[in-house]
């Protein structure tokens, strides 16, 4: 029976072992490789959020000073807004006349 090869020829066994071994090294080295660079990913990732949470802080530091409360909602007891009173605070009722009207042409 006659064996065709695509490539070359088969190689000795002491060079095959060796290539064995070199395409092992070059798996490893790879794998170590794609390690390094996850945990420099992993790294800024933890630094980028450290540095966003310190802003957060930093900036609910500063509103807390100026009298703004992050538990309240927005236009109720904010800076320079008095206080309702605790009856539910009151409704003021007008009425207007319309003294000029624009036209559109």
Known sequence: ??????????????????????????LVGAFFFG???????????VVGWAAFWLRMWWLRRQ????????D????????GQRERPEDGG???DAEYEVVSRQEDD
Not at 63 to 70: Q, T
């Open 1 to 26: 029976m006659q064996q065709h090869y695509l490539g070359p020829p088969p190689m000795s066994p002491l060079s095959r072992i060796v290539a064995g071994l070199v395409t092992a090294l070059a």
């Open 35 to 45: 390690l390094f660079i996850l945990a420099i990913v992993v790294a800024l990732g």
């Open 63 to 70: 509103l807390a000073r100026a009298g703004f409360s992050p």
């Open 72 to 79: 309240e909602p927005p236009g109720r007891g904010s800076a």
């Open 90 to 92: 009151s409704v003021i």
